[in-house]
Structures are given as C-alpha cells and as structure tokens.
C-alpha cells in the first residue's frame, strides 16, 4: 500500500518528497561510522527517521548506503585473511546491519503513524565500490552477481522498493535494475553526476536514461553533485526520458574521510546552501519536471521541512 500512494502521485503528475541526508544527518548530530549508529546509537538513526517524516517527506531512505559485503571483504586480502584477523561473523555483518537498518525505518513509520497513509521505505543500494570513484566499478558480471544479494536482503527485511543511490556506470546500474526487477520490486535509479550533465564515469546522463529503457525503472534521477551540475543534469534528463524523474543535491564539501556541511556556518570557506536557498533551486528542478525532489549530503529536516510547505 505504501509504494501505491508513491505511484498515484506520480501517475497524477504530483511532487513526490524525497527526504534528506541521512548517514551526514546522523553524523551531524555526533554518532561517528554507520556501524556505530546502527549497533550502538539506534535511537539517533530512528531519530532522524522521524524528523524527516515529521517534515513531511513521502519517502525514507534507509541507513545502508555503501553497505555491502564487499566493502568489509576490501579491508582484507582474502575471506581467509579476514577469518584469521577478524571477529567472528564478519562476512555477514553486512547483511545484518541492512536488516537493523530497515527495521529503524520501519520502526520510526510506525511510531509517527505513517504506515496507514503510505510513507514509503526505499532501500537504498549503492554501487558495489565507491560512488566517487567509477574507475574502480566491477566488471558487469560481478554486478550481476552481487547486486542480487544485496536486493534479496533488501526484500527480506522489508522495503518497499529499491533506490539505487549515487550510480556511476551504466552498466552497474542496469545490472542492479535488472536485480531488482527479477526479486519483484519496484526501482528507482540515481545517477552521480558531474559538470556538463555527465555521469562520473564520462557518460552523458541522456545516454544513461535510454539505457535503462525497457528495465522497468520507475523512476531515475541525479544525486549526489552541487545544486548547479544536479540543475545542468536534470535538464538532459528529462529531455531523455519520458518517464517520472527527480533530483536531490549535496549542499557540502567533501573532505576524507567525512562531509563538511555548507548549511552550518562553522565550517569555514563553504557557502552556507540555507533551506531558503535550496529551496529555491527545488522550484527550478520542478520547473523542469522533477516529480521527485529531496536532499542529498549535508542537507537536514529544516531543508526538506521547507520544500514540504512550498512544493
């Protein structure tokens, strides 16, 4: 019932509120590593879950961004090497903390009261290595392996559809459409984008529009760029794509190994991106026909609160 509402507001032509930044909103407010909130701070993850619908966001994402079995298995030199130095289980942590972070969610919509009027849960998925990094995205046949696993887990702790977040490559992001569609889920997927309405790996996001025609994408957006490289894209996009599309940007810099936020005036040398001023980017996105607006990195409940009350 949940993704049903999501779908009649699209079929109608309805904005669709994304919510914000969720492992930066988490780490805003002093929980440091996702395990961290998942294992020892659940309450500040559920927390954040509920702020984002108290600010009327029709969607949540989950706490899972980058969270797979290979990002653990990279810090080893093999599955022996990890059984050797590890602790024990952590070939599965991974998929226990996707469980844990869905139940958050599904927690903080049922103590909202949400679940009867259809705020959705999407599960978020990112690509297998790190966003920001497409040279490093594995071969098409290892996604096609991989992404399955993660979309199963995804199923069985109980989202109500897939995001595909920050999507670098063509060819990962129809190897995890494809996944997804097989478990019988619904999906969206959102490219990362850069200057001149490019993925990051070099592909123009028109071509990866038509790329995913024919997979059964509900809808696909871009994430993850400044508020003007998410405007230049969206313009390609929606001349692509016939389909519903969308758009969320980050408001922040990112120095490693964490984000620093433009929206809070402590950290030096950044722009301050206020609601108002987010705000006013959002209009433009819906002018160009975005139906699914939100935030990406760095922006909070204030942000999505205001495009709640304008949009």
Excluded at 11 to 16: D, F, L, M, S
Excluded at 75 to 92: A, D, K, Q, T, V
Excluded at 194 to 206: D, H, T, W
Excluded at 266 to 283: C, D, N
Aim: proline residues 5%; hydrophobic residues 40%.
């Amino acid at each position: 019932m949940s993704y049903q509402r999501i779908q009649g507001k699209l079929a109608r032509g309805e904005t669709v509120l994304l919510d914000g930044g969720i492992g930066t909103e988490i780490l805003r407010r002093g929980v440091y590593w996702r395990c961290h909130g998942i294992e020892q701070h659940p309450e500040a993850v559920r927390q954040v879950h509920l702020d984002y619908l108290a600010a009327r966001a029709d969607v949540i994402k989950t706490d899972t961004f980058q969270l797979n079995r290979r990002a653990y298995l990279n810090l080893f030199h093999g599955l022996e090497h990890m059984y050797r130095i590890g602790p024990p289980g952590l070939e599965n942590k991974a998929a226990r903390l996707t469980r844990q972070a869905v139940e958050l969610a599904r927690e903080a919509r049922r103590a909202a009261g949400k679940d009867s009027n259809g705020v959705a849960i999407a599960g978020v998925i990112s690509p297998l290595e790190h966003s920001f990094r497409p040279d490093l995205a594995p071969a098409e046949e290892v996604a096609r392996r991989e992404h399955p696993e993660i979309v199963e887990e995804m199923k069985s702790a109980g989202v109500d559809f897939i995001l595909f977040e920050s999507m670098n490559t063509i060819r990962e992001a129809r190897a995890a459409a494809e996944a997804a569609r097989a478990a019988g889920l619904p999906v969206w997927v959102s490219f990362v984008v850069r200057e001149n309405a490019k993925l990051l790996g070099g592909e123009p996001v028109a071509d990866a529009a038509r790329a995913l025609e024919g997979l059964g994408v509900d809808v696909v957006l871009v994430n993850c760029a400044p508020i003007e490289d998410i405007t230049a894209a969206l313009g390609k996009l929606r001349k692509a794509r016939s389909g519903p599309v969308g758009a969320y940007a980050h408001i922040g810099r990112y120095d490693p190994p964490s984000w620093k936020f433009g929206f809070y005036p402590r950290f030096s040398g950044t722009e301050a991106v206020t609601p108002e001023k987010y705000l006013e980017a959002a209009l433009e996105w819906k002018k160009t026909g975005a139906q699914v607006i939100g935030g990406c990195c760095g922006t909070a409940p204030e942000h999505i609160r205001l495009l709640g009350e304008k949009l």
